[in-house]
């Protein structure tokens, strides 16, 4: 079955740039659905970016346009947020997670990792 490990999530101050990785397993990013999401303590989950099947289009919330970027590297079947500018209000724990049909960034995807913590804070 599919299977998703982030890492790369950590303490940073704000302005700070981590990277998120999320290897996959039991299928390929470059065939599937595949996002970033996050969930701050008392708010509901949302999704982050998302890029859509094989296509290289993608979505990102309004909130991140211009600081993250996400991207797959196929070979290596990863999937990663590249975050910069990072801010306390990006603080949440980020999940990946892919599902072989979604058309929404909406976190209803079929398969999930454990999810990584992103503390952003001076």
């Known amino acids: 079955q599919e299977r998703l490990v982030e890492s790369g999530g950590g303490l940073v101050q704000p302005g700070g740039s981590l990277r998120l990785s999320c290897a996959a397993s039991?299928?390929?990013?470059?065939?599937?659905?595949v996002g970033w999401f996050r969930q701050a303590p008392g708010k509901e989950r949302e999704g982050v970016s998302c890029?859509?099947?094989?296509?290289?289009?993608?979505y990102y919330t309004d909130s991140v346009k211009g600081r993250f970027t996400i991207s797959r590297d196929n070979a290596k079947n990863t999937l990663y947020l590249q975050m910069n500018s990072l801010k306390p209000e990006d603080t949440a724990v980020y999940y990946c997670?892919?599902?072989?049909?979604?058309?929404?960034?909406?976190?209803?995807?079929?398969?999930w990792g454990q999810g990584t913590q992103v503390t952003v804070s001076s």
């Open positions: 997670a892919a599902d072989p049909k979604a058309r929404l960034c909406l976190p209803y995807f079929a398969s």
């Open positions: 039991g299928f390929t990013v470059d065939t599937y659905t």
């Open positions: 890029i859509f099947s094989s296509d290289v289009s993608t």
